[in-house]
């Protein structure tokens, strides 16, 4: 007994998360992220996963055991959080060995927390194995099965109250973290899903179908909504002649697209200010909806995207014919997207100057955008839609942080807290792109060059590209 007792307990120290190495960032300016402000030549040490120390260089005694890392010119930030994302191995087409792969994916690209937005159980043993250190990889956060009207997959269909109060608990007592709302859910439904989510403690997200739910709805139920799902609908004047604009499903409609004649502009200020009131956390995945569906790439641009190499050759063609094929992509006008990008770049800073928090959430990796990488775009996209280059490192470090509940633990630089760090090569309030150009990143304690990470990145491109299967009914 006693023996096997130490066995135990050696298993548990080794399969802790925290990296035991003491590490020092020397010389290094810091971004601390508790306001806008850079923290010059400092020294940062880290142990047992925290930051020990932070302090003038002249002044922290580096313990004599620390590996140090050249911080002189370079920037440290707290590692990204991508709000909104999946994995290739989600779907039947893809194994579930390749989880591991995809998460060092996104470490290497700076990416310490995510969520998860339509859970899985392998995605919830992953979450585990993640806290428990046996695999490099980001903190997680999975959603629940989404709840919808139509069998989608990986979902909850609900379509009475009691079958969705059903899916609620179910999904509670699996250990999720969220529910997650998605299409055709009747309204009765929906109410009944936000009381039993109230009930069970758990928090809903994600979309607000405007054919059934609305805004007006899930701003009563203080739902956290993804993609500014529903808005462009709120603008609508009450003479339009038709009811849904460009969210969501209504996208695929191009007749949609022409409601931008009917838009109110004025009722901007309003929206962003009932959308604050009711819930400030908004992720407008705003990359992801402009690029898939407002800017169109050629077929040249992405085979160029240095993510492409990642998918296997068959999904890498079946995404090219849906662009060349898709009847939608090839029939909406130019100035039409552009309006549409226009709108949406308009409600999000509305909303940023309302007082909300905006995050950022990549929504990969559909459409042939891969997380990771997609959350660079991401941040490029929000210092587009008008946030300064402040406001976008807020939105994703520290107001992912608040919402998760985690910022006493982690999501800026202070003495404390979880070491989930980048090391950056210049000044991202200069220029945003600076997340790209990485010395490293520090994962947990763990310390992992760029040079590392590429080599990860090199691994996880032939694990994954190599890994489809032919899907088989039935399965
Ligand atoms: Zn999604």
Redesign the pocket.
Known sequence: MKRLFALMFTFAVLASSASAQTVAFTNVNVIPMDRERVLANQTVVIKNGLIAEIGDAKKVKLPKDAVRIDGAGKYLIPGLVDM???LLSDSDEFPDSIGPAELRVMVANGVTTVRF??GTPELLALRSRSAKGEIEAPTIFVASPHLTGREQGNNFVVNTPEEAREGVRKSKAAGYDFIKITTFIKAEVYEAAVDEAAKQNIRVVGHADSRFVGVERAWKAKQQI??LDGYMELLLRDDAPMKGSVSDLYIYNPENWKSFEYIDESKIPEVARRTVAANPYVNP?HH?MKNSFGRLRTEEEIRKQPDFRFYPAKVQQQWLDFYKKNRFINTVPLDQRARWIQLREKLIKAIYDAGGRIMT?S?TP?FLWLYGFGMHHELKALKDAGLSNYAVLEAATRNPSMFLGTIDKVGTIEKGKRADLILLNANPLDNISATENRAGVMLKGKWHSQQELNAWLDQAAQAISTSFKEHKPGN
């Open positions: 909104h994302t999946h937005m339509i993804e993609h995945t992801f959430g929504d559909e």
